[in-house]
T-cell receptor
Framework: GQNIDQPTEMTATEGAIVQINCTYQ??????LFWYQQHAGEAPTFLSY??LDGLEEKGRFSSFLSRSKGYSYLLLKELQMKDSASYLC??????????WGAGTKLIIKP | IAGITQAPTSQILAAGRRMTLRCTQD?????MYWYRQDLGLGLRLIHY???????GKGEVPDGYSVSRANTDDFPLTLASAVPSQTSVYFC??????????????FGPGTRLTVL
């Protein structure tokens, strides 16, 4: 079967750095996405990785290792507005997205 | 403003009733999707459409139907609602087909409660 694993919840301090991990087992791999979802709102696109390595975009970076079936999202200089759920999704061999349950990130002052 | 709209925002529905959730996008995207989101679970694909006139089944299609008469609209119908269909429903769209990342963009969601 297909499976995406992420921690259910994480807590971090404002101004700090946090790493959210995602491991996956899917039928085929055509890219990995990270989305941010604030409570009661729609998911919004953060990053996309298809090749191994680190993609940096401002305070957010995403890393992929295809051989390990592993990705992480790194958030630097945390702000209160970063409190949200972070969703990991893998595009499989049918070009459909398989989604993890999401990691709820709580930022404390 | 370009994007995806969904209607209604929320709905309480009696079991056995028929309900259509509406979704419209103005980005001229080829592909559209319907997901449901339940607490503790990832988004699950119900139905999708790669282009106007075609539809396909996702992971959890039973009890739902869709149509794609044109590029912009992708309604989702519950023929006879059951309490297990209580969920938040998201419509999404993507450009598809040009070798890009094919990012999916989401509508604001419809919160449906079936009693």
């Amino acid at each position: 079967g297909q499976n995406i694993d992420q921690p259910t919840e994480m807590t971090a301090t404002e101004g700090a750095i946090v790493q959210i991990n995602c491991t996956y087992q899917t039928s085929g791999f055509n890219g990995l996405f990270w989305y941010q979802q604030h409570a009661g709102e729609a998911p919004t696109f953060l990053s996309y990785n298809v090749l191994d390595g680190l993609e940096e975009k401002g305070r957010f970076s995403s890393f992929l290792s295809r051989s390990k079936g592993y990705s992480y999202l790194l958030l630097k200089e945390l702000q209160m507005k970063d409190s949200a759920s972070y969703l990991c999704a893998v595009r499989d061999s049918n070009y459909q997205l398989i989604w993890g349950a999401g990691t709820k990130l709580i930022i404390k002052p | 403003i370009a994007g995806i709209t969904q209607a209604p925002t929320s709905q309480i529905l009696a079991a056995g009733r028929r309900m259509t959730l509406r979704c419209t996008q103005d980005m001229r995207h080829n592909a559209m999707y319907w997901y449901r989101q339940d607490l503790g679970l990832g988004l699950r694909l119900i139905h999708y459409s790669n282009t106007a006139g075609t539809t396909g089944k996702g992971e959890v299609p039973d009890g739902y139907s869709v149509s794609r008469a044109n590029t912009d609209d992708f309604p989702l119908t519950l023929a006879s609602a059951v309490p297990s269909q209580t969920s938040v429903y998201f419509c999404a769209s993507s450009e598809r087909g040009d070798g890009s990342t094919d990012t999916q963009y989401f509508g604001p969601g419809t919160r449906l409660t079936v009693l």
